[in-house]
Protein backbone atom coordinates (compact mmCIF):
# COMPACT_ATOMS: atom_id res chain seq x y z
CA UNK A 1 0.00 0.00 0.00
CA UNK A 2 1.33 3.54 -0.93
CA UNK A 3 2.24 5.73 1.85
CA UNK A 4 -0.10 8.44 1.83
CA UNK A 5 1.21 11.88 1.06
CA UNK A 6 1.00 14.77 3.58
CA UNK A 7 1.06 18.40 3.04
CA UNK A 8 0.32 21.51 4.67
CA UNK A 9 -0.60 24.78 3.46
CA UNK A 10 -0.24 28.60 4.85
CA UNK A 11 -3.22 30.28 4.71
CA UNK A 12 -1.88 33.91 4.63
CA UNK A 13 0.96 33.29 1.58
CA UNK A 14 0.88 29.82 0.49
CA UNK A 15 3.93 28.16 1.15
CA UNK A 16 3.37 24.43 1.28
CA UNK A 17 5.65 22.31 3.40
CA UNK A 18 5.33 18.44 4.42
CA UNK A 19 5.52 19.21 7.90
CA UNK A 20 3.06 21.57 10.05
CA UNK A 21 4.92 24.24 11.87
CA UNK A 22 3.87 26.95 14.01
CA UNK A 23 5.36 29.72 12.63
CA UNK A 24 5.60 30.39 8.79
CA UNK A 25 9.08 31.28 7.21
CA UNK A 26 7.94 32.82 4.47
CA UNK A 27 5.26 35.31 5.58
CA UNK A 28 5.59 35.13 9.74
CA UNK A 29 2.13 33.51 10.59
CA UNK A 30 1.12 32.16 13.48
CA UNK A 31 -0.65 29.15 13.44
CA UNK A 32 -1.16 29.54 9.98
CA UNK A 33 -0.87 25.85 7.93
CA UNK A 34 -3.78 23.56 7.82
CA UNK A 35 -3.81 20.10 6.34
CA UNK A 36 -4.64 19.30 2.13
CA UNK A 37 -6.03 16.66 1.49
CA UNK A 38 -5.52 14.48 -1.65
CA UNK A 39 -8.57 16.67 -3.54
CA UNK A 40 -6.97 19.87 -2.50
CA UNK A 41 -3.08 18.46 -3.64
CA UNK A 42 -4.60 17.90 -7.36
CA UNK A 43 -5.47 21.24 -7.56
CA UNK A 44 -2.89 22.83 -6.34
CA UNK A 45 -0.75 19.77 -8.39
CA UNK A 46 -2.60 21.66 -11.62
CA UNK A 47 -2.14 25.21 -10.97
CA UNK A 48 1.49 24.99 -10.23
CA UNK A 49 3.03 22.49 -12.45
CA UNK A 50 3.27 23.30 -16.56
CA UNK A 51 1.30 21.82 -19.29
CA UNK A 52 1.93 18.53 -20.18
CA UNK A 53 1.55 19.54 -24.31
CA UNK A 54 4.73 19.11 -25.83
CA UNK A 55 6.12 22.43 -26.84
CA UNK A 56 8.90 23.30 -29.66
CA UNK A 57 11.03 26.28 -29.12
CA UNK A 58 11.48 29.01 -32.14
CA UNK A 59 13.42 32.05 -33.40
CA UNK A 60 11.91 34.95 -31.40
CA UNK A 61 12.99 36.69 -35.12
CA UNK A 62 10.05 34.23 -36.60
CA UNK A 63 7.46 35.10 -34.20
CA UNK A 64 4.89 37.35 -35.49
CA UNK A 65 4.02 40.22 -32.69
CA UNK A 66 0.11 40.04 -31.79
CA UNK A 67 -1.53 43.20 -32.44
CA UNK A 68 -3.00 44.49 -28.69
CA UNK A 69 -7.22 45.28 -29.39
CA UNK A 70 -8.32 47.62 -26.75
CA UNK A 71 -11.70 49.03 -26.35
CA UNK A 72 -12.66 51.93 -23.92
CA UNK A 73 -13.58 51.87 -20.16
CA UNK A 74 -15.58 55.36 -20.61
CA UNK A 75 -13.61 56.80 -18.17
CA UNK A 76 -10.43 58.23 -19.22
CA UNK A 77 -8.50 57.84 -16.11
CA UNK A 78 -8.82 54.47 -15.75
CA UNK A 79 -8.08 54.33 -19.49
CA UNK A 80 -4.89 55.88 -18.90
CA UNK A 81 -3.45 53.36 -15.68
CA UNK A 82 -4.63 50.53 -18.15
CA UNK A 83 -2.38 51.75 -20.66
CA UNK A 84 -5.42 53.18 -23.14
CA UNK A 85 -8.25 51.10 -22.54
CA UNK A 86 -9.33 47.85 -21.66
CA UNK A 87 -7.92 44.14 -23.77
CA UNK A 88 -10.27 41.42 -24.54
CA UNK A 89 -9.35 38.00 -23.01
CA UNK A 90 -7.26 40.09 -20.10
CA UNK A 91 -7.54 39.16 -16.22
CA UNK A 92 -7.16 42.65 -13.98
CA UNK A 93 -6.99 42.22 -9.99
CA UNK A 94 -7.98 45.43 -8.52
CA UNK A 95 -7.15 45.94 -4.40
CA UNK A 96 -7.78 48.92 -1.84
CA UNK A 97 -8.71 49.07 1.35
CA UNK A 98 -12.73 49.10 2.29
CA UNK A 99 -14.50 52.21 1.21
CA UNK A 100 -12.04 53.61 -1.37
CA UNK A 101 -14.48 52.86 -3.65
CA UNK A 102 -13.59 49.61 -5.85
CA UNK A 103 -17.32 48.24 -6.41
CA UNK A 104 -18.54 51.86 -6.95
CA UNK A 105 -15.91 52.14 -10.13
CA UNK A 106 -16.59 49.02 -11.43
CA UNK A 107 -20.28 49.23 -11.34
CA UNK A 108 -19.42 52.55 -12.81
CA UNK A 109 -17.13 51.54 -15.60
CA UNK A 110 -19.47 48.26 -16.60
CA UNK A 111 -22.01 50.59 -17.16
CA UNK A 112 -20.33 52.16 -19.04
CA UNK A 113 -19.22 49.17 -21.02
CA UNK A 114 -22.48 48.68 -21.37
CA UNK A 115 -24.04 51.38 -22.76
CA UNK A 116 -21.66 50.71 -25.63
CA UNK A 117 -23.58 48.05 -26.54
CA UNK A 118 -21.70 44.85 -24.85
CA UNK A 119 -23.12 42.57 -22.31
CA UNK A 120 -21.74 43.04 -18.96
CA UNK A 121 -21.55 40.77 -16.22
CA UNK A 122 -21.29 41.73 -12.55
CA UNK A 123 -21.12 38.76 -9.93
CA UNK A 124 -21.82 40.12 -6.31
CA UNK A 125 -20.65 37.78 -3.83
CA UNK A 126 -21.08 40.31 -0.81
CA UNK A 127 -24.15 42.47 -1.80
CA UNK A 128 -27.75 41.43 -3.18
CA UNK A 129 -28.92 42.32 -6.20
CA UNK A 130 -31.50 45.01 -3.96
CA UNK A 131 -28.10 46.50 -2.95
CA UNK A 132 -26.65 47.21 -5.70
CA UNK A 133 -29.41 48.51 -7.56
CA UNK A 134 -29.57 51.05 -4.75
CA UNK A 135 -25.81 52.00 -6.18
CA UNK A 136 -26.81 51.72 -9.50
CA UNK A 137 -29.44 54.51 -8.99
CA UNK A 138 -27.26 56.91 -7.22
CA UNK A 139 -24.58 56.09 -10.25
CA UNK A 140 -27.04 56.45 -13.20
CA UNK A 141 -25.55 53.45 -14.51
CA UNK A 142 -28.79 51.54 -14.95
CA UNK A 143 -28.50 50.02 -18.70
CA UNK A 144 -29.98 47.29 -20.64
CA UNK A 145 -27.18 45.50 -20.87
CA UNK A 146 -25.83 45.68 -17.56
CA UNK A 147 -26.71 41.58 -15.59
CA UNK A 148 -26.26 41.13 -12.10
CA UNK A 149 -25.92 37.79 -10.57
CA UNK A 150 -25.79 36.96 -6.70
CA UNK A 151 -23.96 34.47 -6.35
CA UNK A 152 -20.74 32.80 -4.38
CA UNK A 153 -20.54 29.43 -6.04
CA UNK A 154 -18.30 29.40 -9.01
CA UNK A 155 -19.94 26.17 -10.85
CA UNK A 156 -23.28 28.81 -11.04
CA UNK A 157 -21.01 31.50 -12.15
CA UNK A 158 -19.95 29.10 -15.06
CA UNK A 159 -23.53 28.23 -16.10
CA UNK A 160 -24.57 32.06 -16.79
CA UNK A 161 -21.06 32.82 -18.83
CA UNK A 162 -21.99 29.44 -21.08
CA UNK A 163 -26.18 30.73 -21.38
CA UNK A 164 -25.01 33.87 -22.64
CA UNK A 165 -21.87 36.00 -24.57
CA UNK A 166 -20.42 38.47 -22.15
CA UNK A 167 -18.08 40.67 -22.88
CA UNK A 168 -16.97 42.11 -19.30
CA UNK A 169 -17.63 39.97 -16.31
CA UNK A 170 -16.75 41.79 -12.64
CA UNK A 171 -16.11 39.95 -10.09
CA UNK A 172 -16.90 41.19 -6.26
CA UNK A 173 -14.60 39.87 -4.61
CA UNK A 174 -12.71 37.15 -5.23
CA UNK A 175 -12.28 36.12 -1.83
CA UNK A 176 -16.37 35.01 -1.48
CA UNK A 177 -16.44 32.95 -4.25
CA UNK A 178 -15.87 28.96 -3.58
CA UNK A 179 -15.84 26.17 -5.51
CA UNK A 180 -17.87 23.48 -4.58
CA UNK A 181 -15.10 20.63 -6.10
CA UNK A 182 -13.03 22.06 -3.27
CA UNK A 183 -13.90 21.72 0.48
CA UNK A 184 -11.74 23.96 2.01
CA UNK A 185 -13.55 27.31 2.88
CA UNK A 186 -14.26 30.35 0.79
CA UNK A 187 -11.31 32.92 0.94
CA UNK A 188 -9.01 30.32 1.58
CA UNK A 189 -5.21 30.15 -0.62
CA UNK A 190 -6.56 26.87 -2.20
CA UNK A 191 -10.22 28.26 -2.92
CA UNK A 192 -8.68 31.92 -3.71
CA UNK A 193 -5.76 29.87 -6.37
CA UNK A 194 -8.36 27.48 -7.86
CA UNK A 195 -10.48 29.78 -8.62
CA UNK A 196 -8.07 32.39 -10.62
CA UNK A 197 -6.79 29.63 -12.40
CA UNK A 198 -10.17 29.15 -13.52
CA UNK A 199 -11.49 32.60 -14.77
CA UNK A 200 -8.03 33.25 -16.03
CA UNK A 201 -8.79 30.10 -18.38
CA UNK A 202 -12.71 31.73 -19.36
CA UNK A 203 -10.94 34.84 -20.44
CA UNK A 204 -8.75 33.00 -22.44
CA UNK A 205 -11.18 30.72 -24.20
CA UNK A 206 -14.15 33.34 -24.67
CA UNK A 207 -12.33 36.36 -24.65
CA UNK A 208 -13.52 37.72 -21.91
CA UNK A 209 -12.23 41.37 -20.03
CA UNK A 210 -12.58 40.10 -16.44
CA UNK A 211 -11.93 42.34 -13.59
CA UNK A 212 -10.98 40.85 -10.24
CA UNK A 213 -11.94 42.99 -6.74
CA UNK A 214 -9.83 41.82 -4.17
CA UNK A 215 -9.39 42.16 -0.21
CA UNK A 216 -6.35 44.01 1.16
CA UNK A 217 -4.13 42.59 4.50
CA UNK A 218 -3.63 45.63 7.21
CA UNK A 219 -0.19 45.96 5.44
CA UNK A 220 -2.25 46.53 2.65
CA UNK A 221 -1.16 43.85 0.11
CA UNK A 222 -3.76 41.80 -1.64
CA UNK A 223 -5.29 38.96 0.94
CA UNK A 224 -4.42 35.59 -0.30
CA UNK A 225 -1.01 34.09 -2.07
CA UNK A 226 1.11 35.94 -3.90
CA UNK A 227 0.67 33.65 -6.70
CA UNK A 228 -2.71 35.56 -7.20
CA UNK A 229 -0.52 38.11 -8.63
CA UNK A 230 1.29 36.35 -10.47
CA UNK A 231 -1.35 34.91 -12.37
CA UNK A 232 -3.91 38.39 -13.13
CA UNK A 233 -2.27 40.12 -16.16
CA UNK A 234 -3.23 43.99 -14.72
CA UNK A 235 -2.81 44.53 -10.75
CA UNK A 236 -3.81 47.98 -9.87
CA UNK A 237 -4.60 49.27 -6.25
CA UNK A 238 -6.99 52.23 -4.88
CA UNK A 239 -5.13 54.82 -2.82
CA UNK A 240 -5.95 57.37 -0.67
CA UNK A 241 -8.47 58.08 2.79
CA UNK A 242 -12.54 56.78 2.27
CA UNK A 243 -12.67 60.05 4.51
CA UNK A 244 -11.26 62.35 1.37
CA UNK A 245 -12.36 62.88 -1.93
CA UNK A 246 -9.65 62.34 -4.04
CA UNK A 247 -8.36 58.50 -4.81
CA UNK A 248 -5.33 57.58 -6.71
CA UNK A 249 -5.36 54.19 -8.86
CA UNK A 250 -2.08 53.34 -9.11
CA UNK A 251 -0.78 49.97 -11.78
CA UNK A 252 2.16 47.47 -10.35
CA UNK A 253 1.83 44.81 -12.75
CA UNK A 254 0.55 45.94 -16.38
CA UNK A 255 0.99 43.00 -19.35
CA UNK A 256 -0.24 45.31 -22.01
CA UNK A 257 1.31 48.57 -20.71
CA UNK A 258 3.39 50.66 -18.48
CA UNK A 259 3.14 50.90 -14.98
CA UNK A 260 4.12 54.46 -14.18
CA UNK A 261 0.54 55.58 -14.78
CA UNK A 262 -1.83 57.02 -12.33
CA UNK A 263 -5.45 57.98 -12.37
CA UNK A 264 -7.04 60.44 -10.06
CA UNK A 265 -10.65 60.32 -9.09
CA UNK A 266 -12.98 62.54 -7.56
CA UNK A 267 -15.70 60.72 -4.85
CA UNK A 268 -18.99 62.52 -5.25
CA UNK A 269 -22.32 62.21 -4.77
CA UNK A 270 -23.01 60.30 -8.47
CA UNK A 271 -19.74 58.02 -7.27
CA UNK A 272 -16.13 58.39 -8.46
CA UNK A 273 -15.38 60.57 -11.48
CA UNK A 274 -12.62 61.38 -13.08
CA UNK A 275 -10.49 64.39 -11.51
CA UNK A 276 -10.74 67.09 -14.36
CA UNK A 277 -8.27 69.38 -12.95
CA UNK A 278 -5.94 68.36 -10.53
CA UNK A 279 -3.44 70.68 -11.02
CA UNK A 280 -3.93 72.79 -7.90
CA UNK A 281 -5.63 69.38 -5.82
CA UNK A 282 -2.27 69.29 -3.65
CA UNK A 283 -1.39 72.69 -2.79
CA UNK A 284 -2.72 75.63 -1.40
CA UNK A 285 -1.88 78.93 -2.80
CA UNK A 286 -3.55 80.68 -0.42
CA UNK A 287 -2.08 79.71 2.41
CA UNK A 288 2.12 81.63 3.77
CA UNK A 289 3.26 79.99 6.39
CA UNK A 290 6.56 78.86 7.43
CA UNK A 291 7.42 75.16 6.07
CA UNK A 292 5.97 74.68 3.47
CA UNK A 293 7.43 74.75 -0.18
CA UNK A 294 6.32 73.26 -3.56
CA UNK A 295 7.63 70.88 -5.93
CA UNK A 296 6.60 69.11 -9.14
CA UNK A 297 6.76 65.41 -9.41
CA UNK A 298 6.20 63.04 -12.40
CA UNK A 299 3.38 60.63 -11.98
CA UNK A 300 4.26 58.56 -15.59
CA UNK A 301 4.11 61.37 -18.02
CA UNK A 302 1.98 63.91 -15.59
CA UNK A 303 4.15 65.97 -13.63
CA UNK A 304 1.61 67.17 -10.22
CA UNK A 305 2.58 70.34 -8.50
CA UNK A 306 2.67 69.11 -4.66
CA UNK A 307 3.06 70.84 -1.51
CA UNK A 308 5.97 69.81 1.15
CA UNK A 309 4.84 70.88 5.05
CA UNK A 310 7.63 71.20 7.56
CA UNK A 311 7.39 71.24 11.29
CA UNK A 312 10.73 71.65 13.42
CA UNK A 313 10.13 71.81 17.00
CA UNK A 314 12.35 71.25 19.61
CA UNK A 315 12.86 68.06 21.52
CA UNK A 316 12.87 67.47 24.94
CA UNK A 317 13.70 63.78 24.48
CA UNK A 318 16.55 62.02 23.92
CA UNK A 319 15.94 60.25 21.11
CA UNK A 320 14.22 63.45 19.18
CA UNK A 321 11.45 62.02 16.70
CA UNK A 322 11.58 61.99 12.71
CA UNK A 323 8.24 61.04 10.97
CA UNK A 324 7.39 61.41 7.37
CA UNK A 325 3.35 61.10 5.90
CA UNK A 326 3.76 60.15 2.07
CA UNK A 327 7.85 60.08 2.28
CA UNK A 328 10.15 58.01 2.62
CA UNK A 329 11.33 58.17 6.18
CA UNK A 330 14.70 56.85 5.47
CA UNK A 331 15.62 59.65 3.07
CA UNK A 332 14.50 61.94 5.35
CA UNK A 333 17.17 61.04 8.25
CA UNK A 334 19.71 60.84 5.33
CA UNK A 335 18.75 64.55 4.32
CA UNK A 336 18.78 65.70 8.11
CA UNK A 337 22.03 64.40 8.46
CA UNK A 338 23.52 66.57 5.14
CA UNK A 339 21.97 69.70 6.81
CA UNK A 340 23.48 69.08 10.02
CA UNK A 341 26.89 68.28 8.21
CA UNK A 342 26.81 71.02 5.58
CA UNK A 343 24.75 73.44 6.49
CA UNK A 344 25.64 73.24 10.35
CA UNK A 345 22.20 73.12 11.14
CA UNK A 346 21.72 72.01 15.10
CA UNK A 347 18.88 69.27 14.78
CA UNK A 348 19.97 66.65 16.79
CA UNK A 349 17.70 68.61 19.24
CA UNK A 350 14.59 68.85 17.26
CA UNK A 351 12.02 66.79 16.41
CA UNK A 352 11.66 67.14 12.91
CA UNK A 353 8.10 66.12 11.09
CA UNK A 354 7.24 65.82 6.85
CA UNK A 355 3.64 65.79 5.00
CA UNK A 356 2.84 65.77 1.59
CA UNK A 357 -0.50 67.54 1.41
CA UNK A 358 -3.32 65.55 -0.94
CA UNK A 359 -2.64 61.96 0.25
CA UNK A 360 0.14 61.65 -2.63
CA UNK A 361 3.04 59.38 -1.89
CA UNK A 362 6.54 60.65 -3.18
CA UNK A 363 8.49 57.83 -5.32
CA UNK A 364 11.18 59.61 -7.11
CA UNK A 365 13.59 62.16 -5.41
CA UNK A 366 13.27 65.24 -7.00
CA UNK A 367 11.27 66.50 -4.04
CA UNK A 368 14.37 66.36 -2.43
CA UNK A 369 15.47 70.27 -2.38
CA UNK A 370 11.98 71.45 -1.35
CA UNK A 371 12.32 68.66 1.68
CA UNK A 372 15.34 70.67 2.37
CA UNK A 373 14.00 73.96 1.65
CA UNK A 374 10.95 73.20 3.72
CA UNK A 375 12.34 72.34 6.69
CA UNK A 376 15.06 75.35 6.71
CA UNK A 377 11.73 77.64 6.36
CA UNK A 378 10.53 75.68 9.57
CA UNK A 379 13.79 76.30 11.43
CA UNK A 380 13.81 79.82 11.07
CA UNK A 381 10.20 80.57 11.28
CA UNK A 382 10.99 82.03 7.83
CA UNK A 383 7.45 81.97 4.65
CA UNK A 384 8.63 80.72 1.26
CA UNK A 385 6.44 82.54 -1.30
CA UNK A 386 4.09 80.40 -2.62
CA UNK A 387 5.62 81.25 -6.53
CA UNK A 388 8.27 79.70 -6.14
CA UNK A 389 9.20 75.73 -6.77
CA UNK A 390 12.26 73.59 -6.00
CA UNK A 391 13.11 70.92 -8.12
CA UNK A 392 16.60 68.49 -7.66
CA UNK A 393 17.98 65.87 -6.09
CA UNK A 394 20.58 65.83 -3.16
CA UNK A 395 23.05 63.58 -3.11
CA UNK A 396 24.94 62.62 0.00
CA UNK A 397 27.89 64.63 -1.10
CA UNK A 398 25.92 67.69 -0.95
CA UNK A 399 25.45 68.27 -4.45
CA UNK A 400 21.98 68.88 -6.36
CA UNK A 401 21.92 66.93 -9.37
CA UNK A 402 19.14 67.33 -12.37
CA UNK A 403 16.05 65.33 -12.72
CA UNK A 404 14.02 64.16 -15.67
CA UNK A 405 11.34 65.46 -17.80
CA UNK A 406 12.65 69.46 -16.45
CA UNK A 407 11.22 71.44 -19.30
CA UNK A 408 7.69 69.35 -18.36
CA UNK A 409 7.66 69.96 -15.04
CA UNK A 410 8.28 73.70 -15.67
CA UNK A 411 6.01 73.98 -18.20
CA UNK A 412 3.44 72.63 -15.43
CA UNK A 413 4.66 75.31 -13.35
CA UNK A 414 4.10 78.22 -15.28
CA UNK A 415 1.04 77.19 -16.14
CA UNK A 416 0.23 77.63 -12.40
CA UNK A 417 1.43 81.11 -12.18
CA UNK A 418 4.61 80.02 -10.51
CA UNK A 419 7.32 82.80 -10.95
CA UNK A 420 10.17 81.43 -9.95
CA UNK A 421 11.92 78.05 -9.56
CA UNK A 422 15.54 76.74 -7.91
CA UNK A 423 16.88 73.78 -9.92
CA UNK A 424 20.23 72.33 -10.33
CA UNK A 425 20.48 72.96 -13.88
CA UNK A 426 18.99 75.42 -16.52
CA UNK A 427 16.39 73.65 -19.31
CA UNK A 428 16.72 73.08 -22.50
CA UNK A 429 13.52 74.66 -23.74
CA UNK A 430 13.08 78.27 -22.66
CA UNK A 431 10.52 79.29 -20.24
CA UNK A 432 8.73 82.42 -18.78
CA UNK A 433 10.19 81.10 -15.35
CA UNK A 434 12.73 83.21 -13.01
CA UNK A 435 16.04 80.39 -12.54
CA UNK A 436 17.85 79.65 -9.78
CA UNK A 437 20.71 77.62 -10.36
CA UNK A 438 21.89 75.73 -7.38
CA UNK A 439 23.94 73.11 -8.12
CA UNK A 440 25.43 72.42 -4.38
CA UNK A 441 23.09 72.50 -0.70
CA UNK A 442 25.17 75.49 0.98
CA UNK A 443 23.85 77.60 -2.12
CA UNK A 444 20.40 76.82 -0.81
CA UNK A 445 21.21 79.19 2.24
CA UNK A 446 22.32 81.81 -0.36
CA UNK A 447 19.04 82.12 -1.85
CA UNK A 448 17.27 82.30 1.51
Known amino acids: MAKKKVLFECQHCGLTTPKWMGKCTNCGAWDSFVELNQEQQEVLKQTKSPSSAKAK ?14 FPSGDKELDGVLGGGIVPGSLTLIGGSPGVGK ?3 LLKTGSNIAAQGKNVLYVSGEESASQIKLR ?16 IRLEQILVELSERKYDFLIIDSIQTIYSETITSAPGSVTQVRQITFDLMRIAKEKEIAIFIIGHITKEGSIAGPRVLEHMVDVVLYFEGDSSEELRILRGFKNRFGTTSEIGVFEMKSNG ?38 ALVSESYMPNPKRQATGFDTNRLNMLLALLERKLELPLSGYDVFINITGGIKITETAADLAILAAIISSFRNRVISKETIFIGEVSLVGDVREVYSLDARLKEAASQNIKKALISKKPIEKTDLKLFVVDEVTKLLEWY
Open 272 to 309: LVSATDISSRFFNRNSQQAGSALSVIMEGSRPIIIEVQ
Open 136 to 151: SNRLGANKKNLYLLSE
Open 103 to 105: STL
Open 57 to 70: AISIADIVEDEVYR
